[in-house]
């Protein structure tokens, strides 16, 4: 809830996010400082005044990357290990959990979902190859917030 908050409405303070959230200052900070040792995210050290600190989403949207299958820290292989345990192999590299945030127009949110729509689309035909499975691909498009 924190890294989406601070996605979805830029840099705050812990205490702002605490009140924003229903939740008590300390433990914000201690989850927020918790989400930075990690890199989700950091100081925002233009906003910050005094001892004020100012925290900012580190990216605004994150996908799996399947190179860590092959990360030197075992802790990383496991963690992905136990994610993708499910699935055959030649499934583990083709697999995909993404989200972004991008900043549209109505106009240009409409040319982006037809895209994906066509693109989409162009994958209906069934696949009879050895190894072909169904997919599931879940799209969402709409405003975060409006004014």
Do not use: C
């Not at 924190?2 to 605490?18: F, Y």
């Not at 055959?88 to 127009?105: C, G, H, K, N």
Request: charged share 25%.
């Amino acid at each position: 809830m924190l890294l989406r908050a601070l996605r979805q409405h830029g840099p705050a303070t812990a205490s702002m996010l605490a009140e924003r959230l229903g939740e008590s200052s300390g433990a914000t900070s201690y989850h927020l400082r918790q989400l930075a040792a990690h890199g989700f995210v950091e100081d925002a050290p233009e906003r910050g005044k005094g001892r004020e600190r100012w925290w900012q989403a580190a990216d605004s949207g994150i996908s799996f990357d399947s190179s860590v299958l092959a990360d030197a820290d075992a802790a990383t292989r496991g963690a992905t290990d136990t994610f993708l345990h499910n699935w055959l192999p030649a499934w583990a590299q083709a697999t995909d959990m993404s989200d972004f945030t991008l900043r549209l127009t109505p106009d240009r949110a409409r040319e982006l979902i037809g895209t994906m729509h066509e693109l989409l689309q162009s994958y209906r035909d069934e696949d009879d190859s050895p190894g072909a499975e169904r997919v599931r691909v879940h799209t969402h498009t709409f405003p975060i917030s409006t004014h």
